[in-house]
Nanobody, 127 residues
Framework: LELLVESGGGSVQAGGSLRLSCAVS????????VGWFRQVPGGVREGVAA????????VYAGAVKGRFTISQDIAKNTVSLQMTSLKVEESARYYC????????????????????WGKGTLVTISS
């Protein structure tokens, strides 16, 4: 049973936009925060943006702040990530995850502790 299912990945030129969506179900829907993360082959999985229940608090990595927007549709149990002004170096597999802990450190890096992960969706940005 897949608790988190991503969609919306694809190819776009630099400067373009993409919208990713994550369908959240089961135990994943009861967690505090849902976020988007990305990883390139051989690289570290980094936090991009997250939204936390209750307060609706949003967290953005410094590298994407002002260009990406995370939103939640509670009725549909989906969390979306609108990405604009995309850069070539942002090509990666993007993952949706749910869990209790997401915080932004003083360097603009997201620190996280997530319990559930989707399989990811590939985003390719060409020059």
């Amino acid at each position: 049973l897949e608790l988190l299912v991503e969609s919306g990945g694809g190819s776009v030129q630099a400067g373009g936009s993409l919208r990713l969506s994550c369908a959240v179900s089961g135990y994943a829907s009861t967690t505090k925060c849902v976020g988007w993360f990305r990883q390139v082959p051989g690289g570290v999985r980094e936090g991009v943006a997250a939204i936390c229940a209750g307060s609706g608090r949003t967290v953005y990595a410094g590298a994407v702040k002002g260009r990406f927007t995370i939103s939640q549709d509670i009725a549909k149990n989906t969390v979306s990530l609108q990405m604009t002004s995309l850069k070539v170096e942002e090509s990666a597999r993007y993952y949706c995850a749910a869990g209790p802990y997401v915080e932004l450190d003083e360097l603009g890096v997201i620190r996280y502790g997530m319990d559930y992960w989707g399989k990811g969706t590939l985003v390719t940005i060409s020059s």
